[in-house]
């Protein structure tokens, strides 16, 4: 043992102290992962070292083969873990085993709900790493120094996992960590080969460095222990460079679980080899759920970059758009430098050809989970389709790739639920139907119930309903489908095209000739609160509603810009009204200009709350109310 100086003792930051508490006590179903964690960590180490040595070759101290070993004492019980990967500094280890550096994480822990069952969905959500060796030993004890630093600058970290750990600086020979796991009482299982060599060969099989174990001793009794010999027990070759054909799924899966920090299987992968002008290998999945930080700026995206099988870089983000940055994977290059840099990657043109082919390749594999997994495709719009919603304007190439991925609310879809693609929507679009007619607005009760509805009910046409905040914006990138454009049916004046008889559209002219004059009269009672007034021929029941013009902001855009502090420009809606309803024709007989007035402005505040919208005078609405009902109980 050696000497220990500059010992102290300090506590962890708070979300370490809760994450331990959960791990402790949430995943105590699933024990053994712990293992997986841990060799993770240290292939990991050992990719930084390869690499940091490309450029300082004196990192290596002489080379011994890159390895990690995995080693136990039954009499101790305890669990031994050794790399001589890139290890760590006495500051390393006070930070990235005392404090979680994901920006977002207080607001994570926030969401806990203290209901072990969902709070484990969530944890896996978070990835576990290093603090899951917690969940077998009751206390953990880590030997490291980084590479390149003096023997003498090694440090010793030790924790109980309750609320604090011990650091002191000693003399380490080699670099690396080892760390040693003194199992719980009642966690004995895991101080045995076999019992580890499973656990290896299930999880970490994949890991592209040997793992070793010490070889099984058939030493007879009363012989002398034979020396200490070794064996790699997993098949040690990075998984991406074999071939498709060898690869189980649960490889696949438990290389997701390594590069993708994450706790559940992945929904779907694709694997592929280019070869020719450009060569590279990429893995690429489609997570199962989406990570807390999906909306971070900051959160880690990217894939992880390989140049030659050697470990270059962790969130290369110029390999794919920003609405694909929840794909995991790994791409390995054959074309650049090993010395490649962040900002090379930004400008070289090899990159860009591979950014847009891995992005066809995500696009294809979504198109086809989409088509042979329909109900999985449902979980993963529900977890990613906002980002998905962000593509159309981002990536102008895909327009209607990406477009042909969407799901919607519909009036003929499930209640509420985005399900419906619209390919579905024209397959079942009426005869003569050459529009995507959609509605947006701010929760679903609003939008199906609006009076914009109505002449589509009566018609037994399909409309999306877009609840989105980012459903206007997106409807302004998308424009058309499959030839067929997107008609805001709350926009502008509403023209079915074939849709209507010719009949109907006679009609239509002769009732707005024969009430021109109530139109002139509503016109010169609302005055400056709206740009026109007209017949409608959108209306089934209700007696009125407004209309947005053609060019003017809707109103989610208009609380998008004026949330980020923008100016939004005033725009004045349409009033329409219902000549067939009976508060109308009541409204044409009025004799008295006051009562007109009241009851006009009474529907056209009518119509803008049933469009969702806030009075601008709130008090004037209840006061006219109030009157009519006085004058009606005389
Ligand atoms: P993550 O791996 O998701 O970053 P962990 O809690 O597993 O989170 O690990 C925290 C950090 O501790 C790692 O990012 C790494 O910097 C450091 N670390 C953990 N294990 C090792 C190891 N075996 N060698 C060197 N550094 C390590």
Do not use: C
Not at 506 to 512: L, T
């Amino acid at each position: 043992m050696s000497v220990e100086t500059q010992k102290e003792t300090l506590g962890f930051q708070t979300e370490v102290k809760q994450l331990l508490h959960l791990m402790i006590h949430s995943l105590y179903s699933n024990k053994e992962i712990f293992l997986r964690e841990l060799i993770s960590n240290a292939s990991d180490a050992v990719d930084k070292l390869r690499f940091e040595a490309l450029s300082k070759p004196e990192l290596l101290e002489g080379g011994a083969e890159l390895k990690i070993r995995v080693s136990f004492d039954k009499d101790a019980n305890t669990v031994t873990l050794e790399d001589n990967g890139i290890g760590m500094s006495r500051d390393d280890a006070i930070t990235h085993l005392g404090t979680i550096a994901k920006s977002g994480t207080a607001d994570f822990m926030k969401n806990l709900s203290g209901d072990q069952k969902k709070d484990s969905h969530l944890i896996g959500q978070f990835g576990v790493g290093f603090y899951s060796a917690f969940i077998v030993a009751d206390k953990v004890e880590v030997f490291s120094r980084r590479a390149g630093l003096d023997a003498s600058e090694g440090v010793h970290w030790a924790s109980k996992g309750e609320g604090e750990f011990e650091i002191a600086t000693i003399d380490k020979a080699d670099r690396g960590t080892r760390i040693v796991l003194h199992l719980k009482s009642g966690e004995d299982e895991f101080a045995d080969g076999w019992r580890l060599r499973n656990i290896i060969k299930k999880y970490s099989d994949h890991i592209a460095l040997p793992i070793e174990l010490p070889k099984e001793q058939a030493a007879a009794e009363g012989e002398e222990k034979p020396a200490e010999e070794w064996e790699t027990v997993n098949r040690a070759s990075a998984l991406w460079t074999r071939p498709r054909t060898e690869i189980k799924d649960e490889e696949y899966q438990e290389f997701y679980k390594h590069i993708g920090h994450d706790y559940e299987n992945p929904l779907s992968w694709s694997h592929n080899k280019v070869e020719g002008k450009l060569e590279y290998s990429s893995l690429l999945y489609v997570p199962a759920r989406a990570p807390f930080d999906l909306y971070q700026r900051e959160a880690p995206k990217g894939l992880k970059l390989y140049v030659q099988r050697v470990f270059v870089m962790d969130q290369a983000e110029s390999f794919l758009p920003l609405y694909l940055r929840f794909i995991k994977g790994v791409v390995d290059s054959n074309d650049l430098s090993l010395n490649v840099s962040r900002e090379i990657l930004q400008k070289d043109p090899i990159i860009d050809s591979m950014k847009s082919a891995l992005t066809k390749r995500v696009l294809d594999m979504l198109e086809k989970l989409a088509k042979n997994e329909p109900e999985q495709y449902k979980g993963f719009w529900k977890n990613f389709g906002q980002v998905m919603k962000e593509g159309p304007a981002e990536d102008f190439a895909n327009k209607e790739k990406i477009a042909g991925l969407l799901r919607f609310a519909s009036t003929q879809g499930e209640e509420g639920e985005q399900v419906v693609s619209l390919a579905e929507y024209l397959a079942r679009a009426k005869e003569g139907q050459d529009k995507i007619y959609y509605l947006t607005g701010e929760t679903y009760a609003q939008v199906k119930n609006s009076p914009h509805l109505e002449v589509f009910r009566k018609k037994g046409i399909e409309v999306l309903l877009l609840t989105d905040r980012i459903d206007e914006w997106l409807m302004s990138y998308l424009n058309e489908f499959d030839g067929k454009s997107f008609v805001d049916v709350a926009r502008g004046d509403l023209d079915l095209g074939n849709l209507d008889s010719e009949e109907e559209k006679k009609e239509a002219e002769e009732v707005a000739k024969a009430k021109e004059g109530l139109v002139e009269r509503i016109k010169a009672s609302l005055g400056d609160a709206v740009s026109e007034v007209r017949v409608s021929h959108r209306l089934t029941d209700s007696p009125a509603i407004l209309a947005i013009g053609e060019q003017d902001l809707g109103m989610q855009m208009r609380q998008i810009l004026e949330a980020s502090g923008q100016k939004v420009p005033d725009s004045k809606p349409i009033f329409e009204f219902n000549p067939a309803h009976p508060l109308i024709e009541k409204l044409d007989g009025e004799q008295s200009e006051e009562r007109f007035g009241d009851l006009s402005h009474i529907l056209f505040d009518q119509a803008a709350l049933a469009a969702g919208d806030s009075l601008k005078d709130p008090a004037a609405y209840v006061r006219r109310l109030n009157k009519l009902l006085v004058e009606l109980s005389i």
